[in-house]
């Protein structure tokens, strides 16, 4: 262990190494053999740029001089808030050659969540553009610098002061540890604001290359990045990462709609792409009155939330490809069902784990005892790329992993005899609206926050198009009960994702209670759930 992160016990790292799993390579080290072996083939698309293999590699070499010269040094950590541009590679691998670490933040979080994350990274600089979907990033970052001590640089890509750092004349610098923490990625947050997720150039590679061989890429394949890229479904699986990896090129999308996504599919023969359920069934409705050519696709891969068996048996008709089902999380455990998969895997799980060295168990969640086989149960698992803990949260740690080591997902599931997983729910108090994970506490503590609230819950809504959505129950303050478009207006106000802003607003006199007469906040929500599901 470090200050800062857990590492695998030193027998176990050595067994990973000793299986081929970790290969000592960084990040920088991959582009740069990749810039070898596939010089002049395309790399990434987005709007009218093109850029080559050749192109991202010495872009990225000169963004790594100019960040060391604009003050950052080696283990600094930087907030970075981009969005699909193709800037986000040669950024990202800059900051990856200069030993910066990247804090991905994805572009709708707000101040509230940037300030979190640059905090708790004690982050030295905040990396976004100036002005994206009509809000100001630029404004968002430097009031964060105002609230974050740490924070001496904000940096625009696509200013002026940018394009001079990108300019640096590249310099040949060391290698980062590929066993040292490489980026630090965003929990679902079940408990409050997102914790911090450390993946080392090493563990994440792993995961990128066999995500590649399942997924079949290949040079000629052409990945379409559709959902936010910063997000660990875009970045990995197999993703903008997996891509370059294979040779393959990359075509960012700025906006995930059927619209944008066909005209790209169409005019760049895009071949795979990766989707959550509500957009997926967004395509599939969007399909079947499109004029826009699709027949270059082959793969489409839903992940994020749980796929329903009646939408996985529409994609493949409307679309004219093969549905792949991922299911994973970005402190590390990946499944996919394979593409040579029986219809009646593909369709009715969410996939087996990726390497042969990922244990999983199915316990019992108030026990901690294993299920029998096909019974549902907390899923748990350990591996050569699941954390063995999260970055500065020793107290949560000691709740989130097992004292060997297993990481508690918190997704129930049930584990088919071949070793497949099929999702049932989850034990974490998280909604999943659409993909995006929202913790209920965290939006309890925002709502609470207003003067007329004196307490909330916020639950679960089944929804057709999103899979959940999210009620907020208020009990006001005597005398001073708040709307419920006041109270959303309050919590958007308060510089917090829109995602995270409840759908539903119900203001109660009380809440229900259970036996004893004071309910815990997990039997609290477990109670006005049934009441939602019951409301029309």
């Known amino acids: 262990m470090t200050a800062d992160h857990v590492l695998w016990p030193p027998r176990t790292a050595a067994r990973y190494r000793a299986a081929g799993h970790w290969r000592g390579q960084t990040f920088g080290a991959l582009l740069t053999s990749l810039a070898a072996a596939y010089a002049d083939r ?7 740029t093109r850029w080559t293999f050749a192109e991202l590699d010495e872009r990225a070499h000169r963004i ?12 600094d950590r930087a907030v970075l808030q981009l969005p699909n541009i193709p800037e986000f590679l040669p950024v990202v691998f800059g900051m990856w ?44 970052a430097r009031a964060v610098a105002s609230d974050v001590e740490s924070v001496r640089r904000v940096l625009l890509v696509g200013s002026d002061e940018f394009a001079g750092l990108a300019a640096t004349a590249p310099r040949e610098l060391p ?86 996504a066909f005209r790209l599919i169409e005019a760049e023969r895009v071949t795979i792409t990766g989707v959550v359920p509500p957009l997926a069934a967004a395509w599939v409705q969007a399909a079947a009155r499109t004029g826009r050519d699709l027949s ?75 299920v029998a086989p096909g019974e549902t149960g907390a899923l748990l698992t350990r591996g050569p790329y699941t954390i063995r803990g999260y970055y500065r949260a020793a107290e949560h740690n000691a709740t989130a992993f097992t004292a060997d080591g297993f990481y508690r997902t918190g997704d129930l599931v049930r584990r088919t005899p071949a070793g497949h997983l099929e999702v049932v729910g989850r034990a974490k108090e998280q909604i999943n609206r659409g993909g995006e994970k929202v913790a209920a506490e965290e939006v309890e503590n925002h709502l609470m926050a207003h003067p007329g609230v004196l307490d909330a819950a916020v639950v679960a809504v089944p929804d057709a198009h999103l899979g959940e959505r999210t009620c907020a129950y208020v009990v006001p303050v005597a005398g001073a009960a708040p709307t419920g478009p006041q109270l959303r207006a309050f919590v958007r106000e308060r510089g917090v ?32 759930a049934a009441l939602a599901r019951k409301e029309p």
């Open 175 to 260: 290698d980062p540890d590929p066993a040292g923490v490489a980026f630090l990625q965003l929990s679902g947050g079940s408990t409050g604001l997102s914790k911090l997720i450390p993946r080392t150039h090493d563990d994440y590679l792993y995961s990128v290359r066999e995500s590649v061989r399942i997924c079949g890429l290949r040079p000629d394949s052409v990945y379409l990045a559709a959902l936010p890229v910063a997000h660990n479904f875009p970045l990995s699986s197999p993703g903008v990462l997996g891509a370059l990896h294979a040779g393959a090129a990359t075509v960012m999308a700025p906006r995930p709609d059927a619209d944008t």
């Open 497 to 528: 994702a829109a995602f995270k802003v409840p759908d539903l607003v119900q203001v109660v006199g009380e809440f229900p209670v259970t036996g004893v007469g004071k309910t815990s906040k997990r039997e609290l929500r477990a109670a006005l």
């Open 64 to 75: 790594a001089a100019g960040l060391l010269s604009s003050g950052l040094a080696p283990g």
């Open 296 to 370: 270059s696709l082959e793969v489409l891969l839903v992940g994020g939330a749980k796929c329903g068996r009646e939408l996985a048996e529409r994609i493949g008709p409307a679309l004219g490809c093969r549905l792949q089902q991922v299911f994973g999380m970005a402190e590390g455990l990946v499944c996919y069902t394979r593409l040579d998969d029986p219809d009646e895997v593909v369709l009715g799980t969410q996939g087996r784990p990726i390497s042969p060295d990922d244990e999983v168990r199915v316990v019992d969640p108030d026990t901690g005892a294993d």
């Open 97 to 140: 050659r200069a030993g910066v670490l990247p804090v991905f933040a994805l572009p709708a979080h707000r101040r509230s969540e940037l300030r979190h994350f640059a905090a708790q990274s004690e982050a030295a600089a905040v990396i976004t553009v100036g002005e994206h979907e009509r809000h100001d990033h630029a404004a968002t």
């Open 42 to 48: 395309t790399a990434v698309v987005g709007g009218d």
